[in-house]
């Protein structure tokens, strides 16, 4: 763990004993109730095991669910081992990168470690690895479906959205088994551009080539509702309903 991601860990665990020093007073509560539980969680967590502390913080919840105090100080353990989790699979990752600097997955892990660890200019230049390699395998095969899904699920993870669209695109043009989901997901990234009566279109070639998925159908009413088109838009909501979508 390095320097920054140690001071957070720990600074949580002062955290933690801070909320929950009121409840180390009620030492002598019954066996099995919430104080009890949280009197446990505490001394556990003095001594250092986490996940057992975060164990009994829980018991002690399912017991008083409503206690504020033990909610932030659960929410707190989780982030700490989080961190902790974080920082072990950096470490195996920049392993397997110093063995293989051409593993796409092995980035990926290393883009989303970094994230969980606030260190988001490492984790934005670890994507940006990943689209140098998809564009290099590109070159090679231009009709690799499946390396421009991925250029195109990077891109919109970067906020790159026209450049998603454009990837999507390129995936519908070459016609593969991913059509229906880059079809979807270039709905999803119309909307977010405010291109909703081309996000319509997305989403009913997505529909035609998927008419049970549900989920597609309430996206479909989404942007209907968007465009002031009401009565569609609740006849998409009802399809979705009837499909089994939950919303």
Not at 37 to 63: C, F, H, M, P, T
Not at 72 to 90: D, E, F, P, S, Y
Request: net charge negative; charged share 25%.
């Amino acid at each position: 763990m390095n320097g920054k991601s140690k001071m957070r860990a720990w600074t949580g665990v002062a955290m933690v004993l801070a909320i929950l020093s009121m409840l180390c007073m009620a030492s002598v509560a019954q066996e099995k109730t919430a104080s009890y539980w949280a009197v446990q969680g505490d001394d556990l967590l003095r001594k250092g095991s986490i996940n057992e502390a975060l164990e009994a913080y829980e018991k002690s919840l399912q017991l008083d669910s409503e206690n504020e105090s033990l909610l932030l100080g659960v929410a707190t353990m989780h982030h700490i081992l989080q961190v902790q989790a974080a920082t072990k699979a950096l470490g195996i990752v920049e392993k397997k990168l110093e063995k293989n600097p051409q593993d796409m997955n092995a980035w990926s892990s290393r883009g989303v470690a970094l994230t969980n660890l606030g260190r988001d200019d490492e984790a934005l230049k670890s994507r940006e690895k990943i689209l140098e390699l998809l564009d290099q395998s590109l070159e090679k095969d231009p009709t690799n479906s499946t390396s421009w899904m991925a250029k195109a699920e990077i891109l919109a993870g970067m906020d790159r959205l026209d450049e998603a669209v454009q990837a999507c695109d390129k995936v519908i043009e070459i016609n593969s088994s991913w059509v229906g989901y880059a079809a979807e997901t270039k709905g999803y990234l119309l909307e977010g551009l405010g291109r909703n009566e081309d996000a319509l279109q997305a989403y009913d070639m997505a529909i035609e080539l998927n008419p049970e998925k549900g989920g597609l159908w309430y996206s479909k009413g989404g942007v209907l509702k968007t465009l002031g088109r009401n009565s569609e838009a609740d006849e998409a909501f009802a399809k979705a309903k009837d499909l089994g979508y939950q919303f």
